[in-house]
């Protein structure tokens, strides 16, 4: 009875795994194609400087990369773990900038907040995963 209900549980992580994946992924790719396509819908700033422009549309190039590898974790999630890993290192280095700058001054205590819920969130995803089994290629990296 124990091996069924991990298997559910484990079943259950993936399921909600999969679909955090996937709000994620389309979350970093809708916000890499505005920036790409229209910066200033962003910053108004973007429409009267052309270095804030190339910046921003490299940004949502960044964006649509980061989006095209949450996605690729849906479909290859037995083999997802060193990607997410490193989704999760950019959700933490997008924290702690927006950290920074708030200690700074320069910002307000709402953007470091919501800005670290996806850090927290795939944190949050490793850790049960990891306890739970969730993958397979745990077995198969020795």
């Known amino acids: ?50 270095p804030l422009t190339h910046i921003m549309r490299e940004q949502g190039a960044a964006g649509v990369f980061i989006g095209l590898m949450f996605f690729w974790c849906i479909p290859n999630y037995e083999r997802r773990r060193g990607v997410h890993y490193l989704l999760m290192v950019f959700a933490f280095l997008l924290a702690a900038i927006h950290w920074f700058d708030f200690f700074a001054g320069h910002l307000r205590w709402l953007s470091p907040l919501y800005n670290s819920v996806p850090f927290a969130v795939l944190l949050l995803m490793a850790a049960l995963s990891r306890r739970l089994g969730g993958s397979s290629d745990s077995a198969s990296e020795g």
């Open 1 to 50: 009875m124990l091996r069924e209900e991990g298997h559910y549980n484990r079943a259950t992580m993936a399921t909600v795994n999969k679909i955090l994946y996937g709000i994620f992924g389309v979350a970093a790719l809708l916000y890499g194609i505005v920036t790409l396509v229209a910066p200033a819908a962003l910053m108004s700033e973007a429409a009267r400087s052309f």
